[in-house]
Every structure is written in structure tokens, then in C-alpha cells.
Nanobody, 126 residues
């Protein structure tokens, strides 16, 4: 079993930056083979893919909506995944989730992810 705990959300103003974190615990011995994704869900909307990274390989994929503004990274020593978000906009307001799978691919589909955190709220005021 793997546990994911997000943190770092909050209330910011448009144009600000914020870094959210996802701490991984549990059966992490084989976690190097996993891929880690970030998703978000705004009220009344579906879960939106943002970014994914393969833990050991480091290759990444981003949604067009955040490419160039958001950066996903991994700290293997801390067993933590980060999402650096720059130039935040009010439309970035949502509950942000991290998720993981061991399929060995970079996928944008939430149904392919086995483990999910509880989410951290990001609110961007105009």
C-alpha cells in the first residue's frame, strides 16, 4: 500500500507563485518504477490532468493549459513530488491531487492511477 499526502495549498493573488507537495509513504521500495501525476478539480467540473513524471527516469508530460507555467519534479531523498506553479490565474482555483501508478507509461487518464491523495486547495484571487 502507498499513501500520498498533499500540502502547500493556500490563498494567493493572480500572478503569484506557489509550490505544492506530495509526500509518499508506505511500500516505497519499488517506487522508483512509478509515475506520479498531478490533477485538479474545480467545483462542478471533472478531474483535469496537469502533469506527470516518471520517478526514476524523470521524463515528464504536461497539459497544454499549464505548459510553461507549471513544473513537476521529484525529490527522491525526501520521497516527495512537487508542482511549482507560476503566474497563477483565478481559473487555476481548484482542489489539487497527486496520484501514482506503476504502469511504466506517462498517462493523462485519471482512471489509470491506482493511488490518490486527499487533495490540497489552491485559491487564486483576482
Amino acid at each position: 500500500q502507498v499513501q500520498l499526502v498533499e500540502s502547500g495549498g493556500g490563498l494567493v493573488q493572480a500572478g503569484d507563485s506557489l509550490r505544492i507537495s506530495c509526500k509518499v509513504s508506505g511500500r516505497t521500495a519499488t517506487f522508483g518504477t512509478y509515475s506520479m501525476g498531478w490533477f485538479r478539480q474545480a467545483p462542478g467540473k471533472g478531474r483535469e490532468f496537469l502533469a506527470v513524471i516518471r520517478w526514476n527516469a524523470g521524463n515528464t508530460h504536461y497539459a497544454d493549459s499549464v505548459k510553461g507555467r507549471f513544473t513537476i519534479s521529484v525529490d527522491n531523498a525526501e520521497k516527495t513530488v512537487y508542482l511549482q506553479m507560476n503566474d497563477l490565474k483565478p481559473e487555476d482555483t481548484a482542489l489539487y491531487y497527486c496520484a501514482s501508478h506503476s504502469l511504466g507509461i506517462l498517462t493523462t487518464l485519471p482512471e489509470r492511477y491506482k493511488y490518490w491523495g486527499q487533495g490540497t486547495q489552491v485559491t487564486v484571487s483576482s
